[in-house]
């Protein structure tokens, strides 16, 4: 009797160390082995999901834990400017060495996902793009990026990996010869736009692919250019909404409806449109997602109309302390850029425009720099080098200030027009270039 006793309760055992294992299948640890480690911390990019890894400022080593059901690609930042795709799948592993030195270039891949990783990073003709072929004519590209794509599925067939990543991989390269597809240049544009809609693939199962999303995304884009019976560029509300005509005329998958609504409208949550957030929540049903967004909402009200913009203290180019007191009085735009942002810098000279033409007025044109503080010293050479006027302040990393008016994203450029109590005319200000911009102050100066 004993002895069945002990039996079953070792059966039970049992069952519970696999019902166990099974739950645990469910995560995938991503980890990181750094030589020379300088503080760049790699990324982890699944969907719209980024997530930092906290490496050891000592050993170079870190981990991070992923929680998925199902297989999926990642990329993985790791040096500056450089990021791999790699395949996870559930309860498989994959770690990740290499030298932040100076000319290093290696990343060598170990764990169960190594060969995957190593096969997504070689150096192959994937993604190549087919040269001169556009100009005979769109069938005739159409036809050889068909054969490439045969070509590489037919190397992906030789190959012994497992079947989940071979499905996955056949859904990707067929992504990439879409996405080659829009950098087409013809003057036929309604055969290549009947063409675009043949082939396009409107279908969830393919969103775990991160060259799909892109596509998705620069689709929507082409779309709104080449149907548009305006040549103007759109931009702000305007070009949501045409996005959103295009995206609701040629979409119907629900996921993928999500994610263009989500990408086009979740950095207007810093702007209070009703229309916009409504349509947010009607179509983005993500927990998270819906959960930032609605964290951007409120955010937003700090800094609607004549709200008091919150305090600062900021070191100017000549190390002198301005704070928000110092420019009550007269109305301030105020620019937050960047000397890494091409866009603000491209800004500048028609800022410098309208430092000349109002000056001697009530108002003060303040740039602030949100340059990290080991690029003190490029701020100043670049505010030196470009003849920039005006106020010239520095964040000093004060991000949390920061993010009052990037509740959604943080992206510049971005300018914000205050008045002489120091209250937010706008957090939305219009751009130096812009015709608007120019009257806006005259009518704010009289």
């Not at 080593?61 to 990642?74: C, H, R, T």
């Amino acid at each position: 009797m004993k002895m069945k006793i002990l039996k079953y309760m070792l059966w039970i055992c049992c069952f519970s160390l696999a019902l166990y294992g099974c739950k645990r299948k469910q995560t995938s640890t991503l980890s990181f082995d750094i030589q020379d480690y300088d503080g760049t911390a790699p990324r982890v990019t699944i969907g719209l999901k980024n997530r930092s890894v906290t490496i050891d400022s000592v050993t170079g080593q870190g981990s991070i834990e992923l929680d998925i059901k199902s297989p999926v690609y990642a990329t993985v930042s790791t040096r500056k400017y450089e990021s791999k795709l790699v395949f996870f799948e559930p309860g498989k592993d994959l770690k990740l060495s290499y030298s932040m030195k100076s000319g290093e270039k290696e990343i060598k891949y170990s764990g169960a996902l190594a060969k995957e990783a190593e096969f997504l990073n070689q150096g192959n003709f994937y993604n190549r793009i087919v040269p001169n072929v556009a100009n005979k004519g769109i069938q005739t590209y159409v036809n050889t990026s068909d054969s490439i794509l045969m070509v590489n599925r037919q190397k992906l067939d030789g190959t012994t990996f497992s079947t989940n990543f071979k499905q996955l991989e056949n859904k990707r390269l067929l992504t990439n010869s879409l996405l080659q597809l829009l950098r087409v240049y013809t003057k036929d544009t309604t055969l290549y736009l009947q063409t675009l809609r043949e082939r396009m693939i409107d279908d969830s199962t393919f969103m775990v692919i991160p060259a799909y999303r892109e596509f998705l995304d620069q689709y929507i884009r082409l779309l709104v250019r080449m149907t548009s019976k305006s040549t103007q560029l759109f931009e702000g509300t305007e070009l949501a909404d045409r996005r959103l005509e295009c995206i609701f005329e040629n979409m119907k998958d629900p996921a993928v409806l999500s994610y263009l609504v989500d990408i086009t409208l979740f950095h207007f949550g810093a702007h209070g449109i009703e229309k916009y957030n409504n349509l947010y929540r009607q179509y983005v049903k993500d927990p998270e997602r819906l959960a930032s967004f609605t964290e951007a909402c409120k955010k937003a009200e700090k800094i609607a109309p004549g709200q008091p913009c919150p305090d600062f203290s900021f070191q100017n180019n000549k190390g002198e302390t301005v704070t928000l007191t110092d420019l009550k009085g007269k109305f301030v735009y105020l620019d937050i850029w960047a000397t890494w942002c091409g866009p603000c810098k491209g800004e500048m000279p028609s800022l410098l425009k309208l430092e000349k033409h109002f000056e001697g007025k009530d108002i003060l044109f303040v740039s602030l720099s949100i340059d990290k503080n080991k690029d003190i010293k490029l701020w100043k050479q670049t505010i030196e080098k470009m003849g920039l006027g005006g106020i010239q302040l520095h964040l000093g990393e004060n991000w949390e200030w920061l993010k009052n008016f990037m509740p959604a994203s943080m992206s510049v450029p971005r300018f914000v027009l205050l008045d002489k109590e120091g209250k937010i005319v706008t957090a939305n200000m219009s751009a130096p270039s812009k015709p608007e911009t120019l009257k806006k102050l005259k009518s704010l100066l009289q």
